[in-house]
């Protein structure tokens, strides 16, 4: 839909255009794919790794892998203007179709596959890149699955890991320990424009 109620009824964030949830096809697909893990709405944090690699760009045909994924914006953002591979994990099969509406308005090309984070092998990362996420460390028991991802993704000789977060305590738990372990840095970051704000942190597997 192109009229002007429905213009009214998205934003776009480094390009990328974003559908709000009164949109009528995002209240239609609410209906048909009721998602069940906070994959609801499109989580800020995902702007901050869309600013941070607007600043830090990778190279054509990096092979990306977006885990907790939603709806996917940070994803789409990398393969429509980064020319980047990406694949995008969620536990929920439910947040697929809003992810698949937004690659499609955006002429992206998105690969998507259900999958918890402990599920995820150093087999499945092997010939990822980078390994980005938004917003996944909202629970306490969260920390220590994604500390034992993190090294297998280390382990599996993917390159960069980047999570933003809006400082939740696992998060910043994680992050403490990344950066014993892994030499990872943190850094706080806020995007007024947006009314973003949190920390990335990025780890270098040179």
Known sequence: MTDKKNIALSET???VKILSSRHPDIRKLKKQHPTSIHGNKPWKSSFLLMDYFRRN???AGSRVMEIGCGW???GIYLNRYHDCQVTAIDADPDVFPFLQLHADINKASITSCTRRFEDIRKRDLADIDVLIA???CF???LTDTHRKLIKRAINAGVSKIVYADPMRSPFLSLADICAETYHAECTELELKRF???GALMVIENA
């Open 195 to 197: 009314k973003a704000r």
């Open 13 to 15: 964030r480094f390009g």
């Open 72 to 74: 996917g914006p940070a």
């Open 139 to 141: 629970w306490d028991e």
């Open 134 to 136: 938004a917003d996944v």
């Open 57 to 59: 760009p990778l190279p």
